[in-house]
């Protein structure tokens, strides 16, 4: 059984014209799947239907089998954990509070944090690099740092499911190398947003395509990384050969 | 025993000490040995050895000490409610009087002053001020949870507007009524602790209690609020549900405290930053010690109100607005 099926799902944000329609995709257990599209093919709007931000319109998520939207929020973010682009405000968190949070779905409401708590606090920081930051103030960490932070606290959730929105945006190379090695090497059912086509290329086991709303192709990279595609859904044109060293597609712009 | 709980006791015992202190200032000054013995024999009933004067018992028991607690009570449900509501509103400005009680319950107060009188004696200014401030609480969230959404913008926008009608509405009926009767309202509508006595005391203390408890109990929650909606939802809360609790428990407190106390500013918005600098932003730490220091500042402020013009009682509001504001602008240029 797939950790996340997503069938004939539909969304508009007013009722009328949907931004998203006729999705299906499936995410099985330790498999990174990625997913393309233009600016305002509906990604972002699709993980958040996903992650149960965005109630679909029309067709169903399931999570483990279940349909998300008969289970609680807490259900689901006991199984699912999200990065997001969003960093918490200034009000002076330490990293380590940061990483807490991600407690928050396992614990009632007057429960203090025992030693099982800090043991998981604890490795996903050291898991993530950021070990010896832990009391550090997050505003203070790079923006590299702060990422890997948000990827320690959804390891504190426990999730069988991750999903993460654009995870290496704003990243230098370096980074956005590291964490994606990091995130593949959990082996979490991933489903993730990408902007560097290169990237998603070289990390996902799969990828799925938007364009306007609707999923327009799905494969390996190697299936679905084409001149063809590159035109005809993002509107350049690209030479697409094989890496030299690892074998996956790579994509050089044609400026 | 951890730093934390360390500063906790401190503070405790801090707070303890300046109430008891605090009870010998004011228009009349009582030694400290007196106070002490005064409070031994109504508390632990010891007959003290030198015969206390029936005058300085009463100022010390009757008038100050229920002044203390309710100072300590009201600085300390301002801070939390300001903490909380900064978390939930993720704006750092947030306060109590932003949602439009304080002006609510000024209008209720005006009303009783200038038309209805005494209807219910002592408990009349209260019970109209708690009336004021819980229909301006209501207003405010049906005008923003339009559609069943409520949102912390639109929370704080109506706060303002509704606050804003409120208060032409009282200045209005002051305009128009009697002069005499303006004055007595406006020492209510900045603040004071005078209208203080032992009988009421109970209510305060009670909802404080609560609010620090059902506060202390989201305190996860109001953390993961404060990293934005989406990552809330991401760890399983509904954010309008928390934000629904916790703005109704604030206007709950705000409305008991202001009806008491008047419109005391800049505490709810002030300590919440100072708790902070002290222990972080996690709200299981930072909300018990933001209440501490609410507390502790409430009374020493309310001893320079009762001292500087002596005999005169200054309006605290006047005093904390002055601290406040002067605060302000040491942190910004610090920054």
Redesign the interface.
Known sequence: MPRLRIRELAWSPDGQRPLLDGIDLEVGDGELLGLIGPNGSGKTSLL?CA???QRPSAGSVELDGEALWQC???????R???V?Q????D????VE??AA?????H?G??DGDDAEDRRLVDEALARVGLGGLAQQPFARLSGGEKQRALLARALV?QPQLL?LDEPTNHLDPRYQLELLRQIKALGLATLASFHDLNLAAAFCDRLCVLDQGRLVAAGTPAEVLSAELLQQVFGVQALVDTHPLAGYPRITWIV | MSRFRLLLLGLGVLLALSCAISLGFGAAQVPLERVLAILGQHLFGIVPEAAVSLGQDSIVWQLRAPRVLLGALVGAGLALVGTALQAVTRNPLADPHLLGVSSGAAFGAVVVVLYLGEFAGLLSLPLAAFAGALASMLLVLAIASRSGRLESDRLLLAGVAVSFVMMAASNLLLYLGNPHAASSVLFWMLGGLGLACWELLWLPALCLALALAVLLGLGRALNALMAGEQSAVSLGLEPRRVRLLVFVVASLLTGVLVSLSGAIGFVGLMLPHVARFLVGAEHRRVLPVAALLGALFLVWVDVAARTWLAPQDLPIGIVTAAIGGVFFVALLRRR
């Open positions: 958040r992650y149960r931000f609680s929020p807490r259900w689901s973010a006991q699912m954990a999200v997001l969003e960093f918490p405000q009000f002076g968190l330490r509070e940061v949070m991600g407690r928050t779905p614990k409401l007057f959730q999903i």
